[in-house]
């Protein structure tokens, strides 16, 4: 069973440029999770995708979107980042209302 | 949102048991215990949840109260791969639009450490 992989591990952004992360889900699953996490802090909630709809949203503003495609792998776009993105991205996989299966993050900094 | 506490940090000795406490006062009815765990460098990695009644699993166990207010991870033999942040999590069940997803909100969990 594969397990959740997300890209790149690493990624160096200006201020004001447009990001793109990517998450291939583990098999079985059919929901994306992601999340943002700030150095020394715990996980923050961004957005859930369910079958390729968000059904779901934390306080996070609008320049923040997704994508899940049929084969239930996501995107995270962020727009005109900011300083404060500078963060490791996690997204998470799993069955609707099920545990949730981690990836190892995507490490962008913003400068 | 739900809200836990849970201590800073705590330190154990290998092959030692170690109980993580977490205080959930205000869980309600629908919520589920979760309990995941960040090895350094690495995604959180699901560890085990429950709702009312206690639970086991290859890696660790859930004891509930029987208010539910709070609850202890238990680890039975620790060793120095079990060194990480333990998040305590409640999961709520969030209904948007005709479906309903299980929301996580992490804290800032317990850093455990595990002595040779």
């Known amino acids: 069973e594969t397990g959740v992989t997300q890209s790149p591990t690493h990624l160096i952004k200006t201020r004001g440029q447009q990001v793109t992360l990517r998450c291939s889900s583990q098999s079985g699953h059919n929901t994306v999770s992601w999340y943002q996490q700030a150095l020394g802090q715990g996980p923050q909630f961004i957005f859930q995708?369910?079958?390729?709809?968000?059904?779901g949203r934390g306080n996070f503003p609008p320049r923040f979107s997704g994508l899940q495609f049929p084969n239930y792998s996501s995107e995270l776009n962020v727009n005109a980042l900011e300083l404060d993105d500078s963060a490791l991205y996690l997204c998470a996989s799993s069955r609707i209302l099920g545990e949730q299966y981690f990836g190892p993050g995507t490490r962008l900094t913003v400068t | 949102d739900a809200k836990t506490t849970q201590p800073n940090s705590m330190e154990s000795n290998e092959e030692e048991p170690v109980h993580l406490p977490c205080n959930h006062s205000?869980?309600?009815?629908?919520?589920?215990i979760h309990w995941y765990r960040q090895l350094p460098s690495q995604g959180p990695e699901y560890v085990i949840h429950?709702?009312?009644s206690n639970v086991n699993n290859r890696m660790a166990s859930l004891a509930i109260a029987e208010d539910r207010k709070s609850s202890t991870l238990i680890l039975h033999r620790a060793t120095l791969r079990d060194a990480a942040v333990y998040y305590c999590i409640l999961r709520v069940l969030v209904n948007a639009g005709g479906t309903s997803y299980g929301k996580l909100t992490f804290g800032q969990g317990t850093i455990l450490t595990v002595h040779p």
């Open positions: 429950g709702l009312t």
């Open positions: 205000t869980i309600s009815g629908t919520d589920y």
């Open positions: 995708y369910y079958r390729e709809e968000e059904n």
